[in-house]
């Protein structure tokens, strides 16, 4: 497989760092506001892309993070009286589950940036001690100059940039490109303890660091819109390799921006169409055929002409598979024809040269055409056969890959299920931050407890030096019905629900109030009672 590399301008065989596995971050949004179409565009893409992955039989590590630590959310915070947690929250929920009804699956993780704190400030220690950072009234600094290769990947030189710099430089930099690694506090904004006083991360430090936490310092593939090459992404990739000396990425792909009248679509230009609205107006499949009819590199514009007509096309193909599941009943493959595998052979060429969706689109409805209406077809020889194999075609080989024509979104009530899904991982970041504790206390007693807990639930704990991750097998609680998800969540919350009682026996009040807090943020009232604990959700 061939990937077009932002840093070389060229395609690029996938050689994982890992044989058989593919470990992939990619930007996530940033948690202040609904997402719009636009922010849906890498989601889509970039699912798919992992999906292909896991077709091709690659086990796959996604990261996606949730940047909850911004000006844009303290803008919005302090604008509109909100607290810290109850904004980031709320958005990571509705993001959550924008995603859900589009059928894009959850990360493996989807770290916050909070929650990195203390990895970041070690981070940002080690580029201090390596003479790449220093500080400067509070605050540290990235020293450009002190990495020569900066400017590789958005093909720019310090001098071009400097051309540009407007004269109100900061006084605290040494030189004029420097960039932001530890912000010192200013009133109105959440800030936390570290050796140069009060702050918060930068913006470009939190990617990299939980990047290279959970995916290692050299991983395969780092992902986003191309509006982020610069400065995020160079700042990113000069940060980590001056402070391990080894390559961050081996591969950087950036999606072409979705565009309105010629301009960026954007919260600050004030011409968005959120993602809901979208889906409500012309259903996931709609939408991401709409996505990928266009190569994920190109920019596309926005047109409610071509939504209306992919949308038509997207109730086309669905009819066109229910007719076959009508008139077949049984639409299991019982062996590929060489058709069928001429098709295959067909898709995974395209998708393998620089994931080229267009051609996969474009497949879908040569198929339609060749075999006609489903009684036509019928009515040929090996007409039954030939349905059977297209059906598989669309719905099991290219629908698998691109998300599209997924029942389990369209059986069940979107916003209920989505408000399971994101519930239930909001839950899980609760625990793995409760177990993360307790190992730091070195209480091996609560810790197991929790763990074996979590087991029962077939969800398994990775432990690593910078904290716990989960996981469940790829796509499992995408694939569960909403209350089989909302069965393990109650379990969860009797679990914390019985923890906290035991807190509050042995009077650790600290500890109690905290379960009482997390819970709360999830819309769960406890009632105290002599004989334990009932709780209830609004």
């Known amino acids: 497989m061939v ?7 060229q395609k690029e065989s996938l050689i994982p760092v890992h044989p058989g596995e593919i470990r992939m971050y990619v930007c996530g949004p940033t948690v202040y506001n609904l997402v719009h179409i636009g922010n849906a565009r890498p989601a889509i893409i970039f699912d798919a892309m992992r999906r292909f992955f896991e077709y091709r039989g690659y086990r796959v590590f996604f990261v996606q993070n949730f940047t909850d630590i911004d000006d844009k959310i303290i803008q919005r915070m302090n604008r509109e009286g909100w607290d810290f947690d109850t904004i980031t929250a709320t958005y990571i929920r509705e993001y959550r589950k924008d995603m859900q009804a589009l059928g894009v699956r959850e990360p493996n993780f989807a770290p916050r940036t909070s929650h990195y704190v203390p990895q970041t400030i070690r981070f940002v220690q080690g580029l201090i001690e390596k003479g790449h950072a220093y500080v400067s009234n509070a605050q540290v600094f990235f020293s450009v100059p002190s990495f020569p290769n900066y400017g590789a990947l958005s093909h720019r030189k310090v001098e071009d940039l400097l051309a540009g710099a407007r004269i109100d430089v900061d006084p605290d930099k040494r030189h004029p490109a420097d960039f932001s ?6 009133p109105g904004e959440p800030s936390w303890d570290s050796p140069w006083g009060p702050g918060r991360p930068g913006w470009h430090i939190e990617c990299s660091v939980m990047a290279c ?3 290692g310092d050299t991983f395969d593939i780092h992902a986003g819109g191309n509006d982020l090459i ?5 700042n990113e990739k000069a940060q980590s390799e001056a402070l391990t000396g080894k390559t961050f990425a081996s591969l950087w792909l950036h999606n072409g921006m979705l565009q309105m009248d010629g301009s960026k679509m954007a919260k600050s230009l004030g011409n968005i169409i959120k993602i809901r609205e979208a889906v409500r107006k012309y259903g996931a499949d709609g939408l991401k055929l709409y996505m990928f009819a266009t190569h994920y590199r190109s920019p596309m514009d926005y047109s409610e002409e071509r939504m209306d007509e992919w949308k038509r096309s997207a109730v086309k193909v669905r009819t ?3 007719e076959i599941e009508e008139t077949l009943g049984d639409t299991t493959l019982k062996a590929a024809s060489d058709w069928l595998e001429e098709k295959r052979a067909y898709l995974m060429k395209a998708l393998s040269d620089d994931f080229n969706t267009p051609k996969a689109v474009a497949l879908v409805f040569e198929t339609l ?4 209406p489903v009684s036509q077809a019928l009515a040929q020889p090996d007409g039954e056969s030939r349905l059977r194999q297209a059906y598989y075609l669309i719905k099991n080989d290219i629908g698998d890959i691109l998300g599209l024509f997924e029942d389990a979104f369209d059986t069940v009530s979107p916003e ?17 931050r409760l177990r993360d504790r307790y190992r730091s206390e070195k209480n091996e007693e609560m810790s197991d407890t929790l763990r074996r807990e979590l087991e029962k639930l077939r969800i398994k704990l990775m432990d690593g030096a910078e904290g716990a991750r989960w996981t469940r097998s790829p796509g499992e609680i995408t694939a569960e019905r909403r209350e089989d998800i909302l069965s393990n969540f109650n379990l969860l919350v009797d679990f914390l629900v019985r923890l906290r009682d035991r807190y509050r026996s042995e009077k650790n ?20 009672g002599n004989d334990g604990t009932r709780w209830t959700r609004s």
């Open 509 to 528: 009040y600290e500890m109690s109030d905290i379960l009482r807090q997390e819970l709360g943020k999830l819309r769960i009232k406890l009632m105290d």
């Open 3 to 9: 990937l077009t590399n932002t840093l070389t301008g």
């Open 416 to 432: 209920k299920r989505e408000d399971a899904v994101s519930d239930f991982n909001t839950l899980m970041d609760v625990l793995v």
């Open 213 to 215: 936490v959970l995916l």
């Open 320 to 322: 066109f598979l229910t």
């Open 230 to 234: 610069f400065p995020h992404h160079e």
């Open 181 to 186: 690694l530890w912000k010192n506090a200013k």
């Open 369 to 372: 055409k060749e075999l006609g």
